[in-house]
């Protein structure tokens, strides 16, 4: 046990303290004994004060028996009680309170040792408090970095397991886009349409201000009604069956919706289509003229079938 940190030990005793300390036998009696002195006396202003007051009442005493205030003949008959008389209450007081403060000595210096060693634990302990705190403080700023990354590489592996899952998926159909018997399918939309073929079914395009539509038109209403169902079949054949898609302008392809593009293909492709001669005159908000374009393809039916057995013959 140290006691330089911590209480007032700025005491005489102190460096004995310290080699007590650092002896490895320990202290002595007469060593022990001669701290508790000097620590029972080091701060001892009432001895001194007494024995200057013991010095100025003999001098009292001398002055009074050179000036005969004390008659002689009683001061040789009673010297010693004179001086005793003067003397023996300082030495009384002194030596009891000498004899106080030697008994008190070990308690004062455990006592003082204790609020040493107090104040050295609550300093040590203050110290490892802030060093827990810190490292408190370390640990969780580090765990969450690593939760941060964790979470981030959970994120990158999800998506890159997701890329992976498209890009397999894609794959797959690729490879049932390969397998896929395309010219039979083909073959069978060509087959559906020449069913329709008895019925007189024609496609009617016309380019307005508003842009180029077509209408379906005769046969009646289910007959129209399946054959647009073959166009729009038809339509997204062109996109899926591989080699032809890969035959057909872009322009073709980017067509809104499946119908259409069918009927665009075929107007591209069949040479069936027929553009009308006349054509009307439309008037703008504006004031400008746009010629307003008309043409049909004829025989819908017997024009769609011919078209998907050319598709299908792309396809070997």
């Not at 007469?30 to 620590?39: D, G, M, N, T």
């Not at 592996?157 to 690729?174: G, I, K």
């Not at 201000?209 to 166009?231: F, H, N, V």
């Not at 703008?284 to 043409?295: D, M």
Request: hydrophobic letters at 40%; charged letters at 25%; proline letters at 3%.
């Amino acid at each position: 046990m140290h006691f330089t940190q911590g209480g007032d030990y700025n005491d005489p005793f102190q460096a004995e303290v310290g080699a007590m300390e650092e002896s490895a036998n320990g202290i002595g009696f007469w060593r022990h004994s001669k701290l508790a002195i000097k620590f029972a006396f080091a701060e001892f202003g009432v001895g001194r004060d007494m024995v200057l007051g013991t010095i100025i009442a003999l001098i009292t005493l001398g002055i009074q028996v050179r000036e005969r205030l004390i008659p002689i003949a009683d001061w040789q008959e009673h010297k010693k009680w004179w001086i005793l008389s003067f003397v023996l209450p300082y030495i009384v007081v002194l030596g009891v309170h000498a004899i106080w403060r030697t008994l008190q000595a070990p308690w004062q210096f455990y006592r003082k040792a204790e609020i040493g060693h107090r104040e050295a634990l609550t300093e040590v302990d203050g110290k490892w408090r802030k060093t827990v705190s810190a490292l408190e403080e370390t640990t969780r700023g580090t765990l969450a970095a690593a939760e941060a990354q964790h979470r981030k590489a959970l994120q990158s592996a999800e998506d890159n397991s997701r890329s992976l899952r498209a890009e397999l998926s894609a794959t797959q159909q690729q490879l049932a886009a390969l397998k896929r018997d395309w010219a039979g399918d083909w073959k069978e939309i060509a087959a559906q349409f020449r069913e329709l073929v008895k019925h007189r079914i024609f496609a009617q395009w016309r380019r307005l201000s508003d842009g180029e539509s077509w209408d379906i038109t005769g046969g009646g209403q289910e007959a129209i009604r399946r054959i647009e169902s073959l166009c729009k079949h038809a339509g997204d054949l062109l996109i899926a069956s591989p080699k032809v898609a890969q035959s057909v302008a872009p322009e073709l392809l980017n067509r809104p919706t499946a119908r259409d593009r069918w009927l665009f293909y075929l107007k591209a492709t069949s040479g069936a289509f027929r553009q009308d001669t006349g054509y009307g005159v439309e008037t703008l908000p504006t004031g400008e003229k746009i010629n307003l374009l008309f043409g049909t393809i004829p025989d819908l039916p017997e024009i769609a079938a011919n078209a998907c057995m050319e598709c299908a013959s792309q396809e070997y």
